[in-house]
């Protein structure tokens, strides 16, 4: 994996953990509307889509298919105003969370996708084989890494302005 990927994961998540870090457990559970998640399942569901990449990556690695995947244009994930339908399988759960232990979750998935990683011996791989992505498409596995971080400036942007909705200043 690149130096730029690398930070640009460390990056996204050191702003995501910024912008939750002083939320008090109602702020962090509180719901605009009821069909509307809190930032609690915001963060539940970036641990979710983050353990369903390293699924995703091993199953795609395991392809015997040779025809080199065509690149997508993983940026439109940032566009907000295209509204995606999450998975059942990154779907968060229903019940409210503590901050610390969502810190605790999302350090976790990070760290099981960072080891994941680093066991994946020939990197070129990432780029020759791919897996199909639920809003992407048939999509190269170095671009589901690339699509981990950007998901996650998405929703950075949407708890920004739910924070804004909510009146939680911090």
């Given at each position: ?13 050191t702003?995501l953990?910024?912008?939750?870090t002083?939320?008090s457990y109602?702020?962090?559970?509180d ?14 569901h ?8 390293i ?5 795609g690695?395991?392809?015997?298919d ?7 244009n993983?940026h439109?994930i940032?566009?907000r105003?295209?509204?995606f339908?999450?998975?059942?399988i ?5 019940e ?5 232990s969502?810190?605790d979750l ?19 791989l ?6 199909k ?6 999509l190269p596995?170095d671009?589901w ?26």
């Amino acid at each position: 994996m690149s130096n730029l990927v690398n930070d640009k994961l460390s990056e996204t998540r050191t702003n995501l953990v910024h912008e939750i870090t002083l939320l008090s457990y109602t702020q962090f559970n509180d719901r605009l509307d009821m069909d509307k998640w809190s930032i609690a399942q915001i963060c539940h569901h970036l641990v979710l889509v983050e353990q369903a990449t390293i699924k995703a990556i091993a199953w795609g690695l395991k392809q015997v298919d040779n025809t080199k995947p065509e690149r997508q244009n993983v940026h439109l994930i940032l566009d907000r105003t295209k509204k995606f339908k999450a998975p059942e399988i990154v779907e968060p759960a229903s019940e409210p969370f503590e901050v610390q232990s969502m810190f605790d979750l999302l350090n976790d998935s990070r760290g099981k996708l960072l080891a994941f990683l680093s066991t994946i011996e020939d990197k070129s791989l990432l780029g020759e084989k791919s897996f199909k992505h639920p809003a992407l498409g048939e999509l190269p596995l170095d671009q589901w890494i690339e699509q981990i971080y950007l998901h996650e400036q998405r929703h950075i942007e949407q708890i920004k302005e739910m924070k804004i909705l909510l009146d939680i200043t911090n």
